[in-house]
């Protein structure tokens, strides 16, 4: 099984930036696609960004131009940089295989909270 753990979350203001990691306990090349991933109380989890282990991006209209994913295959880590940060970014922040999502098979980190808040 593999274990995601989030880390990187923190209070910030708006405009602020944030830089969230996620380790992955396996080669992260073994994973096709790994997404981000955001929820706040009551919602469901949203997809915000995408990333293939053949260096392709994608994001959600609602962080595109504001943040930006990227992955260190050496330590097996992917990143989420955001800039620019909005109130409606506060949110828990996730990661995991998408594949795994979609077929129902994913196990969840305990995520990592971003607070955007003056």
């Known amino acids: 099984q593999v274990r995601l753990m989030e880390s990187g979350g923190g209070i910030v203001q708006p405009g602020g930036s944030l830089r969230l990691s996620c380790e992955v306990s396996d080669d992260i090349n073994n994973i096709v696609v790994m997404g981000w991933y955001r929820q706040t109380p009551g919602t469901k989890r949203e997809l915000i960004a995408t990333?293939?282990?053949?260096?392709?991006?994608n994001y959600a209209d609602s962080v595109k131009g504001r943040f930006t994913a990227s992955r260190d295959t050496s330590s097996n880590t992917l990143f989420l940089q955001m800039n620019n940060l909005t109130p409606q970014d506060t949110a828990v922040y996730y990661c995991n295989d998408i594949h795994k999502v979609v077929n129902d098979r994913a196990s969840w980190g305990q995520g990592t909270q971003v607070t955007v808040s003056s």
């Open positions: 990333s293939t282990r053949s260096g392709t991006v």
